[in-house]
Nanobody
Framework: QVQLVESGGGLVQAGGSLRLSCVASRRTFSRNAMGWFRQSPGKEREFVAA????????YVAASVKERFTISRDNGKDTMYLQMNRLKPGATAVYYCASRSGSSWRGLFESWGQGPQVTVSA
């Protein structure tokens, strides 16, 4: 199983930006699709964004499509989520996830611990 370590969470005012990073432990990172999920208290985990192994296909949820960007650097075994114009509704724990194979479609097998992102009004 791949170990995933996220960073970049924290407290930001509404309208601000944060960039989350996720570093993978194994050299198979470049062959794995990656994704970001988030979960707010009392709500189900939400699929936020995903990216294929070669970055040729991405998904971003409609609710954040104009403000969030997913990217990856296979040379650094790292994935990113750039979050702009944040709203209080974005407050959640954000999880990095990995799945075997190049496509992001399907179940994710490995999960990070999840940094807290808090957006104040």
């Amino acid at each position: 199983q791949v170990q995933l370590v996220e960073s970049g969470g924290g407290l930001v005012q509404a309208g601000g930006s944060l960039r989350l990073s996720c570093v993978a432990s194994r050299r198979t990172f470049s062959r794995n699709a990656m994704g970001w999920f988030r979960q707010s208290p009392g709500k189900e985990r939400e699929f936020v964004a995903a990216i294929s192994a070669e970055s040729d296909s991405t998904y971003v949820a409609a609710s954040v499509k104009e403000r969030f960007t997913i990217s990856r650097d296979n040379g650094k075994d790292t994935m990113y989520l750039q979050m702009n114009r944040l709203k209080p509704g974005a407050t959640a724990v954000y999880y990095c996830a990995s799945r075997s194979g190049s496509s992001w479609r399907g179940l994710f097998e490995s999960w990070g611990q999840g940094p807290q992102v808090t957006v104040s009004a």
